[in-house]
């Protein structure tokens, strides 16, 4: 039990499909990530939300689409991808702030694979 | 030039040796270290975080800071084949953004 938990951790769709990744975490942080890891490629990160805010977008293609409700929860909706969009996708939260210097906890990640 | 370097590897040792895992980084204002450890189709998991230059010691491993030199490493004593994984470095600013290396894979042969 990592304290942050994704659902599904494996998902396998096509290319017109529309499907969520869902994210929740139990530790009281106050951002939240999501990061894809490509095979042999470092994390890369995507979006931040800090208090509910997005504070950054890097340079992410539209048919990714965060969506962050509340504090807990985040969601990462996803439409028309590309086979490239294959990879596994991990959220992360964590407390930003002196005494933790910005410690992120991953949750278990969701594989996708994309047809 | 990356702001963090690490030796992809694979590094294989035998078990029970020590093994050293390094990252240096090139932003002096790196005040906080952390390693992260990754096992095969698992989310990266915290191992150590350090503030500033020194040692931390938790059980097998030990992070270590030279702030001086722009060099962090992370030692792991009598390893085991349970140890073999990704490491994974990665270090914040003042602004606590986060910056990470591509990740070091150990293997550790029984």
């Known amino acids: 039990e990592t304290g942050v938990t994704q659902t599904p951790r494996h998902l396998v769709m096509g290319m017109t499909n529309k499907k969520s990744l869902k994210c929740e975490q139990h530790?009281?942080?106050?951002?939240m990530y999501w990061y894809k890891q490509s095979a042999k490629k470092p994390l890369e990160l995507m979006f931040v939300?800090?208090?509910?805010?997005?504070?950054e977008n890097n340079s992410v293609p539209s048919r990714f689409s965060p969506e962050c409700p509340n504090s807990s929860h985040l969601f990462l909706h996803l439409h028309t991808l590309q086979p490239e969009d294959s990879a596994l996708y991990l959220c992360?939260?964590?407390?930003?702030?002196?005494?933790?210097?910005?410690?992120?906890?991953f949750g278990e990640g969701s594989w996708l694979t994309v047809v | 030039q990356k702001e963090v370097e690490q030796d992809p590897g694979p590094l294989s040792v035998p078990e029970g040796a020590i093994v050293s895992l390094n990252c240096t980084y090139s932003?002096?204002?790196?005040?906080?270290f952390m390693w992260y450890r990754q096992y095969s189709r698992k989310g990266p998991e915290l191992l150590m975080y350090t503030y500033s230059s020194g040692n931390k010691e938790d059980g097998r491993f030990t992070a270590q800071v030279d702030k001086s030199s722009k060099y962090i490493s992370l030692f792991i004593r009598d390893s085991q084949p349970s140890d073999s994984a990704t490491y994974l470095c990665a270090m914040t600013d003042s602004n606590y953004q986060l910056i990470w290396g591509a990740g070091t894979k150990l293997i550790i042969k029984p």
């Open positions: 992360a939260s964590s407390q930003v702030g002196r005494d933790s210097g910005n410690t992120i906890y």
């Open positions: 932003n002096s204002a790196f005040q906080y």
């Open positions: 939300y800090n208090f509910k805010e997005q504070t």
């Open positions: 530790l009281g942080h106050n951002a």
